[in-house]
């Protein structure tokens, strides 16, 4: 039998498709904001918070039994935890509890029932991407209080050896949502934005894209700046769909980008292939069309930190950019009927 886990207030409704009626159980109290994960046929909940205090208790439901059984305590009581899954461990980190944010990092063995306390995050946030690809787990960006500070920081677990490294998004922002997903081992950061008490403002369109074989990342961009969105994988396809853009327009829309398995590319793309040259350069740039040339190119380069700073739109024969910004790295995106090709370039 196939179920499905939905969490309302203090109700953990459960979908029986096979039936197509809707029963529920409880958690232990009524609480939001917690940690979350599933492994197998069991679904795991920690910390959150109960409408007075911030909570430390975890518990998990197995939806084969429909048991619930407390699994002890989390090392320090949080809510909006990012819980991750890597082979038969479950991570829960970072934090918030209206004071402080945490840089915690609970472990829980499903085998041996046992917690444990990793080596806590390079910063403290919450409001973080996390994702598992293979052997790897990556913290992403997030927002740390009471500074109000945005970060770029990814905090990046080998499971195999034990041991943390650390990488940095191309801009700073907050991926509350998770706004995060696997394809073909490679893990995608897509949008996000920045936070006020009044919600989050300033989306983003950033594709931060992490390749764990080779330890390297790479840039593409979203049509659309988004937040509030929804981010998945699905096979070979990266969705993002809805959201709210840089507009303050409620988004229909759904942006499907085809991962090969090398590179990121739109799913309308047959075959965009150009030479961005010389790179680096003092400014002034070819571009080269290679075997399929356009009437019109738009040319569109962004800031490390995603702001637009160049815009032109080319002729067929004319090529040429003259760049006249300051020494630094930056995004280019090349828009042509419908396809899109990015890249980084520097400026000296």
């Not at 970072?94 to 029932?113: R, S």
Request: proline share 3%; charged share 15%.
């Amino acid at each position: 039998m196939k179920t499905k886990l939905l969490l309302s207030a203090s109700l953990l409704f459960v979908v029986l498709l096979s039936h197509g009626q809707w029963t529920y159980t409880n958690l232990s109290e009524p609480k939001t904001s917690m940690g979350c994960a599933s492994l197998g046929t069991k679904a795991y909940f920690a910390g959150g918070y109960n409408g007075t205090d911030y909570l430390s208790t975890a518990e998990v439901y197995d939806v084969n039994t429909g048991a619930w059984e407390s699994i002890g305590n989390l090392s320090e009581a949080r809510g909006f935890i990012r819980g991750v899954v890597c082979g038969n461990e479950i991570f829960f980190a970072g934090g918030f509890d209206w004071n402080t944010t945490f840089a915690t990092v609970d472990v829980y063995n499903t085998q041996t029932g046992q917690w444990r306390v990793e080596q806590p995050l390079s910063v403290d946030r919450f409001s973080m991407a996390g994702v598992s690809n293979g052997s790897k787990i990556l913290f992403a960006g997030g927002f740390q209080y009471p500074s109000i500070t945005f970060k770029t920081t990814v905090d990046i677990y080998d499971n195999q050896t034990g041991t943390w490294d650390m990488a940095h998004l191309s801009c700073p922002r907050s991926l509350f949502g998770g706004y995060a997903a696997t394809i073909n081992g490679k893990a995608y950061f897509a949008g996000g934005g920045l936070f006020t008490g009044t919600g989050f403002y300033n989306p983003s369109d950033r594709v931060d894209i992490y390749n764990p074989e080779n330890n390297t990342w790479t840039i593409d961009v979203l049509m659309e700046p988004r937040i509030d969105h929804a981010v998945l994988g699905v096979g070979n396809y990266l969705l993002a769909a809805g959201g709210e853009n840089d507009q303050g327009e409620i988004l229909s829309s759904v942006e499907i980008f085809f991962d090969p398995g090398s590179g990121i590319a739109s799913s309308q793309s047959t075959g965009l292939s150009y030479r961005i040259y010389p790179n680096p350069s003092t400014g002034k740039i070819h571009i080269e069309t290679g075997d399929k040339p356009h009437q019109y190119l738009t040319i569109y380069v962004y800031s490390m930190q995603g702001k637009q700073v160049f815009n032109q739109n080319l002729a067929k024969d004319d090529r040429e950019l003259n760049l006249q910004l300051p020494a630094g790295m930056y995004l280019l995106r090349i828009v042509a009927d419908g396809e899109t090709f990015s890249g980084l370039i520097t400026i000296q």
